[in-house]
């Protein structure tokens, strides 16, 4: 999107390191890149918003696209990144992308560190009552 909101133009990339070069050469190529609009910093698009934000640029998360134009439109990754484009630009869009760093991150990883060995345990407990099964009616049918 231009400063006044029209499209430039539309184009797909790799969602990997070189994709991610690619996207940018691209997009500084209709002039200065100051702001990205992306959904789902924190999932799906975590790769893309922290490259971004190594190169200096803002970046915004863009929430899931407006149910009723994808309703009139179709689904289309293309227009959802259109939508995002229009967002980020125009404001609506004005909350910080996920960082995946800090104390929020910091908390995930204490809660998966604690929910693993107890997912085990229980998986392990299931495992040994189901053998245990298996064999005692395995003996009963023979």
């Not at 133009?9 to 070189?18: H, K």
């Not at 990205?36 to 910093?41: A, D, K």
């Not at 809660?111 to 009616?137: C, E, F």
């Amino acid at each position: 999107m231009d400063p006044l909101g029209r499209l430039v133009g539309t184009e797909s990339f790799p969602g990997d390191a070189a994709g991610y070069k690619a996207l940018l050469a691209w997009l500084e190529e209709f002039g200065q890149v100051t702001r990205i609009g992306i959904e789902g910093t924190g999932s799906c698009g975590v790769g893309l918003a922290r490259f971004m934000r190594r190169r200096g640029l803002e970046v915004v998360e863009v929430n899931r696209p407006n149910r009723q134009a994808r309703r009139n439109h179709g689904k289309s990754d293309t227009l959802d990144a259109v939508e995002a484009a229009r967002t980020a630009l125009s404001g609506r869009a004005s909350g910080a992308g996920k960082t995946e760093d800090g104390p929020v991150e910091a908390i995930r990883v204490l809660v998966v560190a604690k929910r693993s060995p107890r997912h085990a345990r229980v998986q392990a407990i299931t495992q040994m009552r189901h053998l245990g099964y298996t064999t005692l009616t395995s003996s009963i049918a023979a």
